[in-house]
Each structure stands twice: as structure tokens, then as C-alpha cells.
Nanobody, 123 residues
Framework: VQLQASGGGLVQAGGSLRLSCAASGRTFSSNGMGWFRQAPGKEREFVAA????????NYAYSVKGRFTISRDNAKKMVFLQMNSLKPEDTAVYYCAARKTSYHSSRSDEYDYWGQGTQVTVSS
């Protein structure tokens, strides 16, 4: 599975961005998908995850109510809609895929990683 993330950019606090992640692979619906982020000088942290069917979703507490993860299995894509952005959301955002359809908040349970897309939120 190859992953290509896009949609990052510079936005003012309170603004919105939509990240996209395009996946290769024959059975995308069998892959649990997640978004993680890493700010400068910090460890990579969990943001959101979605099961292969899209029926199970989990969010980090810090983004719950502001971010929405979704997926389109026909197009082999996963999205992260980010609203009410804050300067502390500034980070490189990565999409990741598991070999199983179950989602997870643990980065060590993901098998494939995209290259990351930069999100910068100015105050």
C-alpha cells in the first residue's frame, strides 16, 4: 500500500483545512486508516482513525468536535476535515494504513505511512 497525503497549508486560527490521503492497493476497504501528526520537537501523536468499513471512528481528545475523519472506499481515499483550527494544531500530518480493517490509535500498529503534509496555523 502506498499513501499520498495532500491538502496541508497555512491557515489562520479559526480556519479550516481538508486533508486527503490517496491509497494504492487492491483492497482498500480492508485497511484501517489513521491520521497522526508530529510537531517540531515533539513525538508523533494520534489524531483520528477509522475502520475499514468506516463504521468505527476514534479521535484524540484534543481534536474531538473539531476534526472529522471519513473515507471513500470506492475512490481509495481517506479525509480529515479540520475546523476551528488552533496554533497548537500546527504539525506535519501523516496518514497511515493497517493490514487489518480494525482502526487503532497506536502508531506502532500501522504498517504503511504516507509522506506527510504540513499544516501551519497562525495566531
Amino acid at each position: 500500500v502506498q499513501l499520498q497525503a495532500s491538502g496541508g497549508g497555512l491557515v489562520q486560527a479559526g480556519g479550516s483545512l481538508r486533508l486527503s490521503c490517496a491509497a494504492s492497493g487492491r483492497t482498500f476497504s480492508s485497511n484501517g486508516m489513521g491520521w497522526f501528526r508530529q510537531a517540531p520537537g515533539k513525538e508523533r501523536e494520534f489524531v483520528a482513525a477509522i475502520s475499514g468499513s468506516g463504521g468505527l471512528i476514534n479521535y484524540a481528545y484534543s481534536v474531538k468536535g473539531r476534526f472529522t475523519i471519513s473515507r471513500d472506499n470506492a475512490k481509495k481515499m481517506v479525509f480529515l476535515q479540520m475546523n476551528s483550527l488552533k496554533p497548537e494544531d500546527t504539525a506535519v500530518y501523516y496518514c497511515a494504513a493497517r493490514k487489518t480493517s480494525y482502526h487503532s490509535s497506536r502508531s506502532d500498529e500501522y504498517d504503511y505511512w504516507g509522506q506527510g503534509t504540513q499544516v501551519t496555523v497562525s495566531s
